[in-house]
């Protein structure tokens, strides 16, 4: 089980950059379900997916897996809990 409990992201804070990308979004998935996650640009998606992978750690809120509190683990620990799959390969194969 995955929960997101109200996380919340500002980029730039304090300046005229500052953006909130992430605002309490919350999220319970069960074994077995199968989510898409829509929004125009900037909405906030890769954030949201950063968050869960461990890429960037919420300002507010938690991430659980399996009930254990994950929010504070970067990436390289949360590999255990979680994988991720990425669309594109980086680097870029070469061509053949
Ligand atoms: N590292 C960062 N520094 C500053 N602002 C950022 C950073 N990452 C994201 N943002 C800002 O946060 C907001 C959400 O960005 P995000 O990349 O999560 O959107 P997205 O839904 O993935 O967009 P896209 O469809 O273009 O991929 C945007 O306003 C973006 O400019
Ligand atoms: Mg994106």
Redesign the pocket.
């Known amino acids: 089980m995955l929960q997101l409990k109200e996380l919340y992201?500002v980029?730039?804070e304090g300046t005229p950059?500052e953006?909130i990308?992430l605002h309490q979004v919350s999220l319970t998935l069960m074994p077995g379900d199968f989510v898409t996650v829509i929004?125009?640009?900037?909405?906030?998606?890769?954030?949201?997916?950063?968050m869960i992978s461990g890429v960037?750690l919420p300002d507010v809120g938690e991430v659980l897996i399996e009930n254990k509190d994950v929010s504070k683990l970067p990436e390289h620990k949360r590999g255990k809990y979680i994988g991720r799959v990425f669309k594109t390969q980086w680097p870029e194969p070469p061509l053949p």
């Open positions: 992201k980029f730039n950059d953006k990308a929004g125009s640009n900037g909405a906030g998606k890769s954030t949201l997916m950063n960037l």
